[in-house]
């Protein structure tokens, strides 16, 4: 089983930063794509971001020039650089691997963009 613990979030006002790091824990010895959700109360959770242990990454178009993922193989972590935020980017975020979810998921971190 592995364990994914997601921090870094927290209020920030629009146009501004911040990074979210996922660590991963327990059974990681076959992962190969990590990615981040996010989830609020007007939509369903969405996928974000991927980023491969090739570093081959992919962004949603919604967050594309905007985020940044990457991964750090040997430290067992996931990042997401968040830039120009935006009121739309409030969510819940999580990590969870590609394409298939590990069945239970992390407690998440709350990001929220507001004046």
């Known amino acids: 089983q592995v364990q994914l613990v997601e921090s870094g979030g927290g209020l920030v006002q629009p146009g501004g930063s911040l990074r979210l790091s996922c660590a991963a824990s327990?059974?990681?010895?076959?992962?190969?794509?990590m990615g981040w959700y996010r989830q609020s109360p007007e939509k369903q959770r969405e996928l974000v971001a991927t980023?491969?242990?090739?570093?081959?990454?992919f962004l949603a178009d919604s967050v594309k020039g905007r985020f940044t993922i990457s991964r750090d193989n040997a430290k067992n972590t996931a990042y997401l650089q968040m830039s120009d935020l935006s009121p739309e980017d409030t969510a819940v975020y999580y990590c969870?691997?590609?394409?298939?979810?590990?069945?239970?998921w992390g407690q998440g971190t709350q990001v929220t963009v507001s004046s």
């Open positions: 327990g059974s990681i010895f076959s992962i190969n794509t």
């Open positions: 969870n691997t590609y394409p298939r979810p590990q069945r239970y």
């Open positions: 980023v491969s242990t090739r570093a081959y990454t």
